[in-house]
């Protein structure tokens, strides 16, 4: 990866419209990852790019690169350490889905929060595999679920303290 950085750097001014993918390698309290919601590893993040063409988006979680015409891979890879500790997943999940609630509207409701909680456990944890993992696969599936629930749990909350209290409601003289 060091080598081919440095043949970039040192070739011709590149395309300007031009970025550059490194894979990314997912690893959860020190153990290598196949997957952590709502990423599967291995993936191709844009870590490289001309800053007067390309930007990051403004999503409050998981922000992207946007405005490349294009995007070439680059050998090598970057080990990408998402939680050192239990308290760090805890930590984050609680952060991601309160800044998700507060800058993109989630619709409230906590059927639905429940229902996603139980679709993100079967395919975050079961059918990706993280059973294989032991612990760490129920972190990362534990992780998964509540991130789900959590997010419309938050939302409806936010809703309710926004409906005006009953007693104001009230339509009788």
């Known amino acids: 990866m060091v080598t081919a950085i440095q043949t970039l750097k040192a070739g011709e001014e590149p395309d300007p419209t031009c970025a550059w993918r490194l894979p990314r390698y997912w690893f959860v309290l020190g153990k290598q990852v196949r997957t952590i919601y709502p990423i599967s590893s291995l993936d191709y993040p844009v870590s490289l790019f001309n800053r007067q063409q390309a930007r990051f988006n403004d999503r409050p979680v998981d922000d992207q690169v946007v405005g490349h015409a294009s995007s070439v891979r ?100």
Do not use: M
Not at 100 to 122: C, D, E, M, N
Not at 127 to 140: E, H, L
Not at 146 to 165: C, G, M, R, T, V
């Open 74 to 173: 680059l050998p090598g890879f970057v080990r990408h350490d998402t939680f050192y500790s239990l308290h760090e997943v805890f930590n984050k999940l609680n952060s991601y889905t309160t800044r998700l609630v507060k800058y993109q509207h989630i619709k409230p409701s906590l059927t639905r929060g429940i229902v996603s909680a139980i679709g993100a456990f079967f395919k975050w944890y079961l059918f990706s595999g993280a059973w294989r993992y032991g612990k760490v696969g129920v972190v990362t599936g534990l992780y998964a679920t509540f991130y789900s629930f959590l997010k419309y749990f938050k939302a409806w909350y936010a809703h309710e303290d926004n409906q005006a209290p009953v007693a104001q409601k009230r339509t009788d003289p």
